[in-house]
């Protein structure tokens, strides 16, 4: 895997706005209305809270509100990434929505970009002897160079990144940049080379996450 580095474009942050939301959810159908309405009815408690509870309850949710399938499934093409709104008209995502969704809700949030990174890992499949799969998982450092705290739709605990022997880190991107393992590198526009995350973010952004 090459090194990809920091992107020039940065993407602020939005104020906690369920309104537009659920407005930009009309557009994409009734589930996605029910599924915004149910966000906004989880968030609430937790919005203006410690980020360590915003990221226990935005976790929960997705992990219960969606179902995984994959991409062929839900949208009949091999490797598709959906926004949170089209996730929820779906009701159903693979593991790069669920990372998806969990990422723009935390930013709605007030989570910085730079506190987050989707993280693609190796995943051990069934204990020691299992199958290795490819997977993806939200991460979300509360400081720099801390344990990230990892995001995952495989279990429904937000565990540290040290506690998920079964997860191998293999690159990480957000908003800023990409990462291989753990360290930032520099060599390029991720946004240009990530052309689905370019595409998801967009999206994101017009229905009031971003």
Known sequence: MLCIGLAAAIFSSRAWDPDRIIAAAARHGALAVQGARALQAAMAPVAGQAEAEQVVAVNMFYNRRMAFREDAQTWGQVDYWASPLEAMQRGSGDCEDFAISKYATLVALGVTHSKLRLVYVRALMGGPGGVVLPHMVLAYYPEPGADPLILDNLI???????????????????????????????????????SRWQEVLAKARQEGFL
């Open 156 to 194: 429904h605990d937000v565990r540290p990144a040290s506690g998920r022997p079964d997860l191998t880190p293999v690159f990480s991107f957000n908003a800023e940049g990409l990462w291989q393992g753990a360290g930032a590198v520099s060599a390029g526009n991720p946004l240009t080379r990530l």
